[in-house]
């Protein structure tokens, strides 16, 4: 009864201590090996080699019981765990009596631990894609557990488990990237359902491969949306061809950066300015509700470059908002009204996507896969989104656009302080 394991959420060691005793059932364990160390009337000694989840306690009681008498345990000593014994510690005092680089030598590798897996070999073009979180195509012994090695060098532990997209998976992503591209549409921020999706279902994605495969499906959604603004809403074709090429080249130069700069940095700066940006919208009543006929001065000009070089680089290196800081910028510095900057926004965050990705997917930061299959819900939603801005303008974008910033304000606010 004094043990760990729990009854009903409660540990049993805390029942007996009550004086209350559950009937325990058997389970299998290995006992490897049972050795006589020394022997008299009223206490012997053993070694004994068994696996894990045996209870040496329980174990000494079945002995006794098989002898035709009582026993208890008085003492336990645990010399080996693994294939690491006690004769080979190192004490503290040890360790701080030698230098750096005898201190250096003595440090193990990473696979040391978990020796006892089955090892196997991944392929060269499969390294990138495991590195990254990616389904590696692995064959799986009855272990369900390997060590994987890639030229001679330990790449991690990988468990067996469904990674294929059961109708529970793929009914989740489909729906989110539904959801996403519909929002995206009309005011951006897809990414806050994707990202938070792929991240629950896929938890071993790296950061980048998040990013990189919500971009793969965001990308499908905005070139439709891009598509559907460009054939209905008129946009000036310098200013768009200038807006694309400054997005798509600081885009890619964020890709690249992406696995270099913490994420956790950019966090409070974009909080301040999404406070900023809400508080501006709410205070100014007629911000975004007209449009002025653009002339393309030197002014204009030099701002739609610099606002494009600024948001594109943001959007590569880390992402959520990119839709609402364009908008934003189109509205506040090149005075058109919410409808046509929503039409401008897709443009250009569908370049500094494709941008990104250009990167991305060489790098294996994108799994195919499960990018393609969200792109095809997006684009579903995205052209629902766009006959929903199309048809009650910038009124309805304005508010959509200031519950998305603070819907922003509140995820970045609580992945900072939570």
Same mark, same amino acid.
């Given at each position: 009864?004094?043990?760990?394991?729990?009854?009903?959420?409660?540990?049993?060691?805390?029942?007996?201590?009550?004086?209350?005793?559950?009937?325990?059932?058997?389970?299998?364990?290995?006992?490897?090996?049972?050795?006589?160390?020394?022997?008299?009337?009223?206490?012997?000694?053993?070694?004994?080699?068994?696996?894990?989840?045996?209870?040496?306690?329980?174990?000494?009681?079945?002995?006794?019981?098989?002898?035709?008498?009582?026993?208890?345990?008085?003492?336990?000593?645990?010399?080996?765990?693994?294939?690491?014994?006690?004769?080979?510690?190192?004490?503290?005092?040890?360790?701080?009596?030698?230098?750096?680089?005898?201190?250096?030598?003595?440090?193990?590798?990473?696979?040391?631990?978990?020796?006892?897996?089955?090892?196997?070999?991944?392929?060269?073009?499969?390294?990138?894609?495991?590195?990254?979180?990616?389904?590696?195509?692995?064959?799986?012994?009855?272990?369900?557990?390997?060590?994987?090695?890639?030229?001679?060098?330990?790449?991690? +532990?990988?468990?067996? #488990?469904?990674?294929? %997209?059961? *109708? @529970?998976?793929?009914? $989740? !992503?489909?729906?989110?990237? =539904?959801?996403?591209?519909?929002?995206?549409?009309?005011?951006?921020?897809?990414?806050?359902?994707?990202?938070?999706?792929?991240?629950?279902?896929?938890?071993?994605?790296?950061?980048?491969?998040?990013?990189?495969?919500?971009?793969?499906?965001?990308?499908?959604?905005?070139?439709?949306?891009?598509?559907?603004?460009?054939?209905?809403?008129?946009?000036?074709?310098?200013?768009?061809?200038?807006?694309?090429?400054?997005?798509?080249?600081?885009?890619?130069?964020?890709?690249?950066?992406?696995?270099?700069?913490?994420?956790?940095? +950019?966090?409070?700066? #974009?909080?301040?300015? %999404?406070? *900023? @940006?809400?508080?501006? $919208? !709410?205070?100014?009543?007629? =911000?975004?509700?007209?449009?002025?006929?653009?002339?393309?001065?030197?002014?204009?000009?030099?701002?739609?470059?610099?606002?494009?070089?600024?948001?594109?680089?943001?959007?590569?290196?880390?992402?959520?908002?990119?839709?609402?800081?364009?908008?934003?910028?189109?509205?506040?510095?090149?005075?058109?009204?919410?409808?046509?900057?929503?039409?401008?926004?897709?443009?250009?965050?569908?370049?500094?996507?494709?941008?990104?990705?250009?990167?991305?997917?060489?790098?294996?930061?994108?799994?195919?896969?499960?990018?393609?299959?969200?792109?095809?819900?997006?684009?579903?939603?995205?052209?629902?989104?766009?006959?929903?801005?199309?048809?009650?303008?910038?009124?309805?974008?304005?508010?959509?656009?200031?519950?998305?910033?603070?819907?922003?304000?509140?995820?970045?606010?609580?992945?900072?302080?939570?």
């Amino acid at each position: 009864m004094y043990s760990a394991l729990k009854k009903d959420g409660r540990p049993l060691y805390e029942l007996a201590r009550q004086g209350i005793e559950i009937d325990r059932p058997a389970r299998p364990i290995n006992v490897y090996s049972i050795r006589l160390l020394d022997f008299n009337v009223q206490q012997i000694t053993l070694d004994v080699t068994c696996s894990k989840g045996t209870y040496i306690r329980v174990l000494g009681e079945d002995i006794a019981k098989a002898l035709g008498t009582f026993g208890h345990l008085t003492h336990l000593h645990r010399i080996q765990t693994g294939h690491f014994q006690l004769d080979e510690q190192l004490t503290i005092d040890h360790l701080e009596s030698l230098n750096e680089i005898e201190r250096d030598a003595l440090l193990l590798p990473v696979d040391a631990p978990v020796q006892e897996f089955p090892r196997i070999e991944l392929a060269e073009e499969r390294i990138k894609y495991f590195c990254n979180g990616q389904e590696s195509n692995i064959d799986f012994p009855e272990t369900k557990e390997v060590l994987v090695f890639a030229q001679g060098k330990c790449l991690g +532990l990988a468990k067996d #488990v469904l990674m294929e %997209l059961d *109708v @529970i998976v793929l009914c $989740t !992503l489909l729906i989110g990237a =539904f959801s996403a591209g519909l929002i995206d549409a009309a005011v951006g921020g897809g990414g806050l359902i994707q990202i938070p999706m792929l991240m629950g279902i896929f938890p071993q994605m790296s950061p980048a491969t998040v990013i990189g495969t919500n971009k793969l499906a965001s990308i499908a959604g905005t070139s439709s949306a891009a598509w559907a603004f460009f054939r209905r809403v008129k946009l000036p074709w310098k200013l768009l061809a200038l807006i694309a090429v400054f997005a798509y080249a600081s885009s890619f130069i964020g890709a690249v950066y992406l696995t270099m700069i913490p994420q956790d940095i +950019l966090r409070p700066l #974009v909080f301040v300015m %999404l406070i *900023v @940006i809400a508080v501006y $919208t !709410l205070i100014k009543k007629d =911000f975004g509700q007209s449009h002025q006929h653009l002339k393309l001065t030197p002014r204009i000009l030099i701002l739609a470059a610099l606002g494009s070089m600024l948001i594109g680089f943001y959007d590569g290196v880390f992402g959520p908002g990119t839709g609402s800081f364009f908008i934003f910028f189109f509205v506040r510095f090149l005075a058109v009204d919410f409808l046509h900057a929503s039409a401008l926004s897709k443009i250009a965050n569908f370049t500094t996507n494709l941008a990104a990705l250009s990167f991305l997917i060489p790098t294996g930061h994108v799994w195919l896969s499960v990018g393609l299959a969200m792109a095809a819900a997006n684009i579903i939603g995205s052209i629902c989104g766009v006959r929903i801005a199309l048809k009650y303008g910038s009124g309805l974008i304005r508010i959509l656009f200031l519950i998305l910033t603070s819907v922003l304000i509140c995820r970045i606010g609580y992945q900072m302080w939570l």
